[in-house]
C-alpha cells in the first residue's frame, strides 16, 4: 500500500519532466501548426511549415517561434502528468482480476485518460493559440484591404482592444497570457477559459484511445522477455509512431478545436458557433481538404514530443526523487 502511495508522485513527476522537455524541443512546430490551421482560403500569409517558420524569424525574431511557450510550459506539466498517470491508473485498475489486459481494455483506458486531462488541456490550448495566432493575424492586416477599419478585426470582441486597434498595423501589441485569462474571466467567466471543450475531447479522447494501446504493443515487441522491459530506444521509436499516428487520425477534430478557439479573426474570417456549424462551414467553404491542415506539423509535434515523453516516463527520474526525498528519508 505504502508502494503505491509512492508510485503515484512519481509518475506525476515523471510525466511533468516528460512533458517540459518535449514541449520545449517542438513547440515551433506547434506554433507553425496552430497558423496553418487557422489560415483560409485565398488570406494564406504562409505556404508551408518551413515558410511560416523564417517568416516568423523574420518578422517577430527568434523568440517569436516560441510565442505562448511559457503558458505550455506552465501547463504542461500538471497535462502531461494527468494523462500519462492516468493511464496508468486505469490500466492498473482494468488488471486486477488477472486476466490481463485487452486491446479493448487498453483502449478504455486510454479514453479514460483523455477524458481527465481536458481538465488542464482545454485553457492551456485556450491562451496559447490567442498567443501563437497574434503574429499571422498582424501579417494578413498588413496586406492592402479594400474595406472598411471596423471590418478587419472580429465580431468578437474580447480580446481585440489587445491584437487590433481597429485599422492596420504593423505589429500585435504585446500581450499575456495572464491579460487574456483576465479579460476571458472578466467577460465570459470560468466557461470562457473553457471555449471549445467539446472540440478538445472530440481530439484527446481519440487520440488516447489510439495512442496508448498502440504504445503499449509496440513498446512491447522490443522486450527482451516478458519481465523485461525494452531499451529506452524502443520506448523512443514506440512513442513516436504511435503519437504520429494518433496525431494524424484526429487531425480534423484538432483544426476544429483550434478555429473554435480562436477568438480573434482576419479580415473575411467567419466566426463558429459550436462544433457542428464549424464542420459544415469549413466543408462548405474550404472543403474537406481543409482538415488536413497543419498535418504534418502535428504528426512532427507530437511524433518528438511522446518519444521523449516515454523515455523520460520509463526513465524513473520521478522514483528517483521521490526515493531520495526528505519525506522517504524519514518513512519506516
Request: charged fraction near 15%; charge should be positive; proline fraction near 5%.
Amino acid at each position: 500500500m505504502s508502494q503505491q502511495q509512492i508510485s503515484l508522485p512519481a509518475k506525476l513527476i515523471n510525466g511533468g519532466i516528460a512533458g517540459i522537455v518535449g514541449v520545449t524541443c517542438v513547440f515551433p512546430i506547434d506554433l507553425a501548426k496552430t497558423r496553418l490551421q487557422n489560415q483560409r482560403q485565398g488570406q494564406q500569409v504562409y505556404k508551408s511549415m518551413m515558410d511560416c517558420l523564417v517568416k516568423t524569424v523574420r518578422s517577430e525574431g527568434y523568440f517569436g517561434m516560441y510565442r505562448g511557450a511559457a503558458v505550455n510550459l506552465t501547463l504542461v506539466t500538471p497535462e502531461k502528468a494527468i494523462k500519462l498517470a492516468a493511464n496508468d491508473f486505469f490500466r492498473h485498475q482494468f488488471a486486477k482480476d488477472g486476466k490481463g489486459l485487452t486491446v479493448f481494455r487498453e483502449m478504455l483506458a486510454g479514453c479514460g485518460a483523455g477524458m481527465c486531462q481536458v481538465i488542464v488541456t482545454t485553457p492551456m490550448e485556450m491562451l496559447k493559440i490567442q498567443l501563437q495566432d497574434a503574429g499571422r493575424l498582424a501579417v494578413q492586416q498588413q496586406k492592402p484591404v479594400m474595406m472598411s477599419p471596423t471590418k478587419l478585426v472580429a465580431t468578437n470582441t474580447v480580446l481585440s482592444r489587445s491584437y487590433n486597434s481597429g485599422m492596420v498595423v504593423s505589429a500585435p501589441r504585446a500581450v499575456s497570457a495572464t491579460q487574456i485569462a483576465k479579460e476571458l474571466l472578466q467577460t465570459q467567466g470560468i466557461q470562457g477559459l473553457y471555449k471549445g471543450l467539446g472540440a478538445t475531447l472530440m481530439r484527446d479522447v481519440p487520440f488516447s484511445i489510439v495512442y496508448f494501446p498502440l504504445f503499449a504493443n509496440l513498446n512491447r515487441l522490443g522486450q527482451p522477455s516478458p519481465g523485461e522491459s525494452s531499451p529506452f530506444y524502443w520506448a523512443f521509436l514506440s512513442g513516436c509512431a504511435a503519437g504520429s499516428t494518433a496525431a494524424v487520425a484526429v487531425n480534423p477534430c484538432d483544426v476544429v478545436k483550434t478555429r473554435l478557439q480562436s477568438l480573434n479573426k482576419g479580415a473575411n474570417e467567419e466566426a463558429y458557433n459550436g462544433v457542428m456549424d464549424c464542420v459544415s462551414k469549413i466543408m462548405r467553404k474550404e472543403g474537406p481538404s481543409a482538415f488536413l491542415k497543419g498535418a504534418g506539423c502535428r504528426a512532427l509535434v507530437i511524433a518528438p514530443l511522446f518519444g521523449i515523453a516515454q523515455v523520460m516516463y520509463f526513465a524513473g527520474i520521478g522514483e528517483y526523487i521521490v526515493d531520495n526525498s526528505p519525506l522517504s528519508l524519514l518513512s519506516p
